[in-house]
Structure formats: structure tokens, C-alpha cells
């Protein structure tokens, strides 16, 4: 099971974030692109997380981890047909770079936004904490002091 922290102190501050990663993403184009179908990509890639951002309720997070994703996508893309003739939004590596730290900073932000019930904040605390799953038994066997190679696999011996 992922873990996302809910209602995260900081989720205010990652939302305001998000905000102005969305505005970076309609004014970078305008102003630094020559390429008008980079632009209305971009725009309308931003409108998601805006939209996220005013009128999210308890699923912005989705938003922004989506738009993150697909602007990651968009880069490597961009990087894939970068000196080809397909290279139809006229990206650069400069271009690709913002994209992956847009894209970096708004899954971040979908990270830190999810928001829930006091008890479903407890459920999931208590779910971290209290190391159920294979994962956590492993780590347990091999992080007690005890621990010797024949007791992790008997046919080390």
C-alpha cells in the first residue's frame, strides 16, 4: 500500500505551490516559446491543476500528480525526438529541464495534499506504524541484534 500523509501540516503551503507551478506553466510558454502548439499544451495541461488548486475538494491531489506525471512524460518526449523532424512542439533541452522540475515540484505537491477524516488520518497512522507486511518483518529479522547469517537462510551453512 502507497503512503500518502493525510491532512500533512504542510499540505496549505504545497497547494499554494501547486499554484504557482500552474501559473509557471501558462506563462513560460508565452513567453519563452516561439512554438504556439508547445503553448496551448502547456495551457491546457495547467487548467487541471487550477482547477485542483480553487475547486479541489479531496481529490486535487489527483490532479497534480497527474499533470506531474504527464509533464515528466512530456520532457522525456521532448528529449526522445529533440534533433528529429518529429520534434513538432520545438522543445530544447532547456525546455525538457523545466518541464521535469514542473513535473518534479507538482508530484511533490499531489504527495502532500491528500486530506481525509480524523479517523481515516489515524487508520493510516496507525497502519505506518505498526510494521505489518513482508517488508517490515524482513526488516525486523535482519535489524535485531540477535540476528546471525543461519537464521536469515539455513543453507548458508
Same mark, same amino acid.
Request: glycine letters at 10%; hydrophobic letters at 50%; aromatic letters at 10%.
Given at each position: 500500500?502507497?503512503?500518502?500523509?493525510?491532512?500533512?501540516?504542510?499540505? *496549505?503551503?504545497? !497547494?499554494? %505551490?501547486?499554484?504557482?507551478?500552474?501559473?509557471?506553466? %501558462? $506563462?513560460?510558454?508565452?513567453?519563452?516559446?516561439?512554438?504556439?502548439? =508547445?503553448?496551448?499544451?502547456?495551457? %491546457?495541461?495547467?487548467?487541471?491543476?487550477?482547477?485542483?488548486?480553487? =475547486? +479541489?475538494?479531496? !481529490?486535487?491531489?489527483?490532479?497534480?500528480?497527474?499533470?506531474? +506525471?504527464?509533464?515528466?512524460?512530456?520532457?522525456? $518526449? *521532448?528529449?526522445?525526438?529533440?534533433? &528529429?523532424?518529429?520534434?513538432?512542439?520545438?522543445?530544447?533541452?532547456?525546455?525538457?529541464?523545466?518541464? =521535469?522540475?514542473?513535473?518534479?515540484?507538482?508530484?511533490? @505537491? +499531489?504527495?502532500?495534499?491528500?486530506? *481525509? /477524516?480524523?479517523?481515516?488520518? @489515524?487508520?493510516?497512522?496507525?497502519? !505506518?506504524?505498526? +510494521? &505489518?507486511? !513482508?517488508?517490515?518483518? @524482513?526488516?525486523?529479522?535482519? &535489524?535485531?541484534?540477535? /540476528?546471525?547469517?543461519?537464521?536469515?537462510?539455513?543453507?548458508?551453512?
Amino acid at each position: 500500500m502507497f503512503h500518502f500523509p493525510l491532512n500533512h501540516p504542510l499540505s *496549505g503551503f504545497y !497547494r499554494g %505551490v501547486a499554484a504557482i507551478v500552474a501559473v509557471l506553466m %501558462v $506563462a513560460y510558454p508565452l513567453v519563452l516559446s516561439d512554438n504556439g502548439t =508547445f503553448t496551448i499544451v502547456m495551457i %491546457v495541461a495547467a487548467v487541471p491543476v487550477l482547477l485542483g488548486v480553487f =475547486f +479541489g475538494r479531496d !481529490r486535487h491531489h489527483f490532479l497534480y500528480e497527474l499533470a506531474g +506525471g504527464f509533464l515528466i512524460l512530456l520532457g522525456m $518526449a *521532448g528529449l526522445l525526438v529533440l534533433h &528529429s523532424p518529429y520534434n513538432y512542439l520545438g522543445q530544447s533541452v532547456s525546455s525538457c529541464i523545466v518541464l =521535469f522540475l514542473l513535473g518534479s515540484v507538482l508530484l511533490t @505537491a +499531489g504527495m502532500y495534499t491528500k486530506i *481525509g /477524516t480524523a479517523e481515516q488520518a @489515524a487508520a493510516e497512522e496507525a497502519y !505506518r506504524t505498526s +510494521g &505489518s507486511g !513482508r517488508v517490515a518483518e @524482513a526488516a525486523k529479522v535482519i &535489524s535485531a541484534p540477535h /540476528t546471525r547469517a543461519e537464521e536469515l537462510d539455513p543453507g548458508l551453512t
